[in-house]
């Protein structure tokens, strides 16, 4: 990673996740992340002025399954992350690690006007970004 051409969120987001709707089912969700082998849910925004909303297999883990609640009765949005913390594509990964850090997150949307573009995670910033090949 060079000052003068520095590695980009863009460059090594990935894009293993799905779009779900929040009034979907936990065991709807679960059968979409299943179908597309992801293991990162995006909860659709519901107008031009919401925010997207997530939910990672160990938010079910945590919310329902340990809680003993329903798979089938308990909605999307009753566990959901809102508002998830973004990063702008066109960020460099030294800025958008500083962040993690900070925050206390390892992993974040990409977006770029307004959509979501993929995920970048720590993994991501350190296996395609750190190191030119």
Known sequence: MTINNPTLNRDVMNKRYAMVDGMHTVAEAIQVAI????????????????????????????KVLAKDKSPERTNIYEIM?????????????????????????????????????????????????MIKC
Not at 40 to 55: A, C, F, P, S, T
Not at 88 to 94: G, I, L, Q, S, W
């Open 35 to 62: 179908n597309k082998n992801v293991s990162i849910l995006v909860v659709n925004k519901r107008n031009e002025h919401d925010e997207y909303g997530m939910v990672l297999m160990s938010d079910i883990a945590r």
């Open 81 to 129: 992350i809102k508002p998830v913390f973004s990063v702008p594509a066109d960020m460099d990964v030294r800025y958008t690690a500083r962040l993690f850090e900070r925050f206390n997150i390892n992993k974040a949307p990409v977006v770029e006007s307004g959509n979501i573009l993929g995920f970048v995670t720590y993994d991501d910033i350190v296996l395609k970004g």
